[in-house]
């Protein structure tokens, strides 16, 4: 078990699949010879040869080519450098790979991996800032995992090439330098789904998924300090989704809040929330969205971190659902 950060524990899931599965290959923009505008895929072209590749500037080529790869028996794991530039190649992905399977009445599958990255980060900007989970969730056939620990950055990447339908892994550019955690690796792969309770609480359920987490469980540590405990559950795998988790953590605390960086208005936290008022489970109070505001991203770091949920907005709004209804 050594000791990873999210970024290496990205690189050494690849060494892993690269080595135990001979029909992957890695390949996308700087990821062969750079080995990863993040370092991510370091190492790859110089162990695995003409396996690992840069391509041109297109994301519609490297996902179209990646479709017929997987088509005809290759596990292509393609990165996409940044989440915004996904949406060049949106028909690949939601018309050609989510449809392969059911197109063909189940004879063909497209065991494509696409990893990519997503979230705020000091100076991204408005075209590399979106966080757009919500869209892939939306269209049947894609698998999407958000991972926010090292070992999770392992875990899910490997059983993402395992499976086989095409999935969506969004990293977090600002968790790919943290720091280090044991991480088992060369373990068995894991199913898909699951829910994980990061730290218990009777008050109130708190969901949250990627880079979220971690300022959800700092908030939950100073509402403890307060008396009031925050149930925080992680989400690693958002399709599919444990929704029956959910359901039973909300079920105990009366109390449900979801946050995300990504805009309010269609984020998946409004899903969680509509299969929790779905089931009919008794809340105490109305259920809290927490996200960033629908505007887009602005360049200055001072005004971008205005925007996104940080531990204290996320702090004093769960505060005031608990007080609200009665602590």
Not at 69 to 84: Q, S
Not at 110 to 138: K, M, V, W
Not at 273 to 284: C, Y
């Amino acid at each position: 078990m050594p000791d990873l950060t999210y970024g290496e524990a990205v690189n050494a899931a690849l060494h892993r699949l690269m080595e135990e599965l001979p029909e992957t290959l890695v390949y996308g923009e700087d990821v062969g010879v750079p080995g990863g505008v993040f370092g991510v895929t370091r190492g790859l072209r110089k162990r695995f040869g003409d396996r690992a590749f840069d391509t041109p500037i297109s994301e519609s080529a490297i996902l179209g080519s990646a479709v017929g790869a997987a088509m005809m028996g290759r596990r292509p794991i393609v990165e996409i450098m940044w989440a915004d530039f996904s949406l060049v190649a949106l028909d690949q992905i939601v018309n050609q790979a989510a449809n392969v399977r059911y197109v063909s009445g189940g004879r063909l599958t497209a065991p494509l991996t696409i990893r990519t990255q997503q979230g705020n980060a000091p100076g991204a900007c408005a075209q590399h800032s979106q966080c757009l989970e919500a869209l892939f969730l939306h269209v049947p056939g894609l698998r999407v995992a958000m991972p926010s620990t090292p070992q999770d950055a392992y875990d899910l990447l490997v059983t993402a090439v395992h499976g086989d339908d095409p999935v969506l892994v969004i990293e977090n550019r600002t968790l790919y330098p943290g720091g280090k955690e044991r991480v088992r690796v060369g373990g068995p792969v894991q199913p898909m789904g699951g829910a994980r309770t990061r730290r218990t609480g009777s008050d109130v359920t708190v969901v949250a998924w990627g880079a979220m987490t971690y300022r959800v469980l700092e908030a939950a540590e100073t509402l403890g300090g307060e008396g009031i405990e925050a149930e925080v559950l992680e989400t690693p795998w958002l399709n599919p989704f444990d929704t029956e988790a959910v359901l039973r953590s909300a079920a105990r605390t009366r109390r449900l809040a979801v946050v995300h960086e990504a805009n309010l208005t269609g984020g998946f936290g409004a899903e969680v929330v509509a299969r929790v008022a779905g089931a009919g489970v008794p809340l105490a109070a109305p259920p809290l969205r927490i996200g960033t505001p629908d505007v887009r991203m602005p360049a200055a770091p001072v005004l971008a971190q205005a925007l996104v949920p940080d531990a204290a907005r996320i702090t004093d709004e769960v505060r005031a659902l608990v007080r609200k209804s009665g602590d």
